[in-house]
């Protein structure tokens, strides 16, 4: 097994409710820890329109990982549509904002960041071959979720949902995708 990373099945991720009640996330990797996190990254199925929580003192990004998409309407009136897949979109989680299905239901991947932690952002990278994914983003990477296709890490496999999370995160990871994989890397920019 690779020392330089380990892996959290899919299996192994909380699925919780919403702050706000209106359905239910599976939490991917909250960090340092689960009760009192800097950063944690998720998966939601939102299946209906309604008000996203609000969260003090929180950045959010948010991208479409399956699904038609979907438009946030915030408390200021703007609106912003959100119908390309794995294009991340920031905005901040203490503000009033409401969520409108495109066609039918969605996943989303959302990281929140408690300001003042440290920067994090969410990057997307498709691996085809053997892929050293520091060469790949810039910055540490913190962890990286499979959200489309297979991959492995040495000679385990790797599906949908799966993390990996680097021993420290200036180490390398090689990951193999023999097809064609997306993977979602939440990544400290240095």
């Known amino acids: 097994m690779n020392s330089s990373a380990h892996v959290i099945s899919q299996s192994a991720h909380r699925r919780m409710p919403w702050l706000n009640g209106g359905g239910s996330t599976i939490e991917i990797i ?7 996190w800097d950063w944690r990254l998720s998966v939601a199925d939102v299946d209906h ?3 996203f929580s609000t969260f003090e003192n929180i950045d959010r990004t948010i991208a479409l990982l399956t699904g ?3 438009a946030l309407t915030f408390g200021s009136g703007t609106t912003q549509s959100i119908t390309d897949t794995y294009s991340p979109y920031s905005f901040p989680g203490d503000e009033d904002c ?5 066609d039918g239901p969605v996943q989303d991947i959302n990281l929140m960041v408690r300001r003042g932690t440290g920067a994090q952002r969410l990057v997307f990278v498709e691996i085809s071959d053997s892929v050293e994914l520091t060469g790949m983003v810039t910055g540490d990477i913190q962890v990286a979720v499979v959200v489309a296709g297979r991959a492995s890490l040495d000679d385990q496999p790797l599906e949908r949902l799966d993390a990996i999370k680097p021993t420290r995160p200036d180490q390398g990871i090689t990951v193999l995708s023999p097809e064609s994989a997306i993977l979602a890397v939440v990544v400290e920019p240095t």
């Open 49 to 51: 329109a309604g008000p």
């Open 30 to 36: 909250a960090w340092p820890a689960r009760d009192r």
């Open 68 to 70: 038609n998409g979907f």
């Open 98 to 102: 409401s969520c409108r299905l495109v």
